[in-house]
Structures are given as structure tokens and as C-alpha cells.
């Protein structure tokens, strides 16, 4: 009897994660802790960091969560059903369509000299893909990692599952969101040095006021317009102007809610966890991975800086009636990338308000950096 207890209980035991564990899931366990440590006490972007860092958590302690079916008659692992959403471009439509629910598109109306800022922060992409090129990635690596530098992770996503690069997909994804979420700390610095204290104290001229009938226009024009140019931006351009067109049209206010609450928080949970899912030790540690997070980060500060820069050269063509700062918001981290605008402004004086100013570009880079994975696609026959 106490031979088959000990046996029963050393069975027990060699089913603890402790045998299983590599030092790379250590590894990964210590950086979902950190990413934890970021998003609760440091605040940085919650509702991304936290869903990710414990999907994190999760697969490197059991790796069965994201486990395939191997036949028809088995079940996969929780996760591998949430990852699967991501593949079929579900999960990052979705969110668009919550972003634009979410989101004010009347300051990009208004100030439609927002859509040349949002452009010239999508001079990171286009850097990084000659850079990723050179690292030894394919032409269409090197595309689906380039996207990082919009700072936008559901396009990340999009694109690298578009050009049939799911090895690569999981580091892009958690590249993407990190900097995401690390907007408030990676941005200042680049801000503070391509701009002066002068540049940062200027005051914008209050915007005019933009009518309904220009905010139901708006969407309606820019989806037929984009994706009569590049259709495959139709999944992510359309959800985003579907989700705005709820916001402003004012008779479907249950659909407009129901977007940019409800759905869009599931469909945040549902992403993040799978994001996360995706950073086993096994796909994770690879020197891939690091190229994968330093062309990341490149193409991200060289698209706010190239912000700033024609930020700087709007300003002086206006005669100083532009603040630099609002170009680094072309990224489209969207609402966080204007927020950061608004606080180094408000440093400086605060009596500045650029909130709103930064919205234009902010909303542009989210559309720009849609264009740019169409033009991707395009490209590569998608």
C-alpha cells in the first residue's frame, strides 16, 4: 500500500511543470513578470500588456494551451483556437472596427494637412524593410517586419499572416504591441531632440468646427477611395471606417457601443492572450526574434523622428503656426502617440493643448500605415 502511495505521488510529481521547464521558459516567464510589472503599477497601456504578458505566462509554464489538434477526433489547446482568429484576420479587423467606433476623426477633417504627417511617420516602414533586407530577411520578411515601425499591432499582424509568414508572426506581434505600449517611454527623447523649446512652446489656432455631414462623408470617401486604389486594405480600412460611420451617422448608437465597448474589450482579450500564446521559449529565443525587435524599434524611432522632421518644416513653411511635436503622432499608436504629444508640449507650458491638434495625425498614421501594408501587399501578389 505505501509503495503504491509513493508511486502515486512521484507520478503526481513528474506531472509538475518543474521537469518540463527549460531555462528559456524561465527566461519568458521572468519577461511576462516584467511586462506585468509594466502595465499594473507603471500604467503602461493595461489593456494590451496585461492579456499579452499572461498569455506570455501561460504557454511557456504549459505549452499544451496553444497545442494543435493532431487529428479531426482530438481537441487543441485553448489558445491555439484564439491564435487561429489572428491567422484568419479576424481579431485585427475586429479591432479596427473598434478603433474607428472609439475614435474621433474630426481633427484629421479639420486639419486635413494631417494626412502629409501621417504620411512622413510611415518613413520608418519603408526604412526598416531596406534594413531587414540587409539583415538577411526575405523580401516579404522583410515587409512584415517593417510594418512594426506604424506602431500598430492588429496591422502587424495582418500583413505577416497576408504574406504567409506565421514563423515570423509571434515575435512581430509582441514587437508590435510592446512598443505599442512603450510609446510614452520610447517617444520623448527622439521628440526633445529634433525639436527646440520654442518649437515645443507653440500654441495651435483652435480648430473649425467640422459639420455632421462632412464626419458621415468622411468614411464613406476614404473607403471608396482606398480600396478602389489598393482593395486588399478593404478588411482593415473598411472595419475602421464602418466603425467610425457607426460613431457618427447617429442612428445606430447600440452598434456604435456595442463596437467600441463590449466587442472591442473580447476581442482585446482574445488577441492579447493569443499575441502572448504565441512567445513559447522554443519560438521565441531565437536570434530571429532579436533582428526581429532592433529593426522594430528602428523602423519605430525613425518613423517619429521623420514625424517631427516635417513637422519642423510645416512649421516653418506656416510661419510657426504648426507645433512640431504633433508629427509624432503620424505612428498610429492611437490614442497614445497624441497623448505623448499633448504631455512633452504641456511640459514645456502647460497651458499648451495639442491633444486634439495630434489627433489628425495620429488617426492618418493609423490609415497611412494601413496603406502601406496594401502597397505590401500589392507588391507581393496578395
Keep these: 500500500m505505501s509503495g503504491n502511495l509513493a508511486e502515486t505521488l512521484g507520478n503526481l510529481f513528474q506531472q509538475t511543470a518543474f521537469f518540463n521547464l527549460t531555462w528559456g521558459n524561465y527566461l519568458m516567464i521572468a519577461v511576462a513578470c516584467v511586462f506585468l510589472y509594466l502595465a499594473i503599477k507603471k500604467g503602461y497601456e493595461p489593456l494590451l500588456l496585461v492579456p499579452i504578458a499572461f498569455g506570455m505566462l501561460l504557454v511557456n509554464i504549459f505549452p499544451g494551451i496553444m497545442m494543435a489538434p493532431e487529428t479531426a477526433e482530438q481537441s487543441g489547446g485553448l489558445l491555439y483556437y484564439f ?202 529565443l531565437k536570434w530571429t526574434t532579436i533582428k526581429i525587435v532592433i529593426l522594430g524599434l528602428v523602423a519605430f524611432a525613425f518613423g517619429t523622428a521623420a514625424g517631427i522632421i516635417f513637422g519642423k518644416i510645416l512649421c516653418a513653411v506656416t510661419k510657426g503656426k504648426i507645433n512640431p511635436l504633433i508629427g509624432s503622432a503620424g505612428v498610429s499608436a492611437v490614442p497614445m502617440a497624441a497623448r505623448v504629444s499633448q504631455k512633452v508640449g504641456a511640459e514645456e507650458d502647460p497651458t499648451n493643448f495639442l491633444l486634439m491638434h495630434a489627433m489628425g495625425p495620429n488617426v492618418a498614421g493609423v490609415i497611412g500605415t494601413a496603406i502601406a501594408a496594401g502597397v505590401f501587399m500589392a507588391i507581393f501578389g496578395v
Aim: hydrophobic share 55%; charged share 10%; aromatic share 8%.
Design 83 to 284: 491564435f487561429k482568429l489572428d491567422e484568419w484576420s479576424i481579431l485585427p479587423s475586429l479591432i479596427f472596427l473598434g478603433v474607428g467606433a472609439l475614435t474621433d476623426f474630426r481633427p484629421l477633417i479639420a486639419n486635413p494637412i494631417s494626412f502629409l504627417l501621417g504620411a512622413a511617420a510611415q518613413f520608418g516602414i519603408f526604412t526598416a524593410y531596406l534594413l531587414a533586407i540587409a539583415f538577411g530577411f526575405t523580401d516579404a520578411g522583410a515587409a512584415a517586419v517593417s510594418i512594426i515601425g506604424g506602431a500598430d499591432g492588429p496591422t502587424s499582424i495582418f500583413l505577416a499572416m497576408k504574406l504567409h509568414q506565421n514563423d515570423l508572426m509571434g515575435p512581430i506581434a509582441v514587437a508590435a504591441y510592446s512598443y505599442m505600449a512603450l510609446v510614452p517611454i520610447i517617444q520623448p527623447p527622439i521628440m526633445k531632440l529634433f525639436t527646440t523649446k520654442k518649437e515645443r512652446s507653440i500654441h495651435m489656432d483652435q480648430l473649425r468646427e467640422v459639420s455632421k455631414l462632412e464626419a458621415i462623408l468622411f468614411p464613406i470617401i476614404v473607403t471608396v477611395v482606398v480600396c478602389l486604389v489598393l482593395p486588399t486594405t478593404a478588411p482593415l480600412v473598411g472595419m475602421l471606417m464602418l466603425g467610425n460611420l457607426f460613431r457618427e451617422c447617429g442612428v445606430v448608437k447600440q452598434l456604435s457601443e456595442t463596437a467600441s465597448n463590449a466587442l472591442m474589450y473580447i476581442v482585446v482579450i482574445l488577441l492579447g492572450t493569443s499575441v502572448g500564446a504565441s512567445t513559447s521559449a522554443e519560438a521565441f
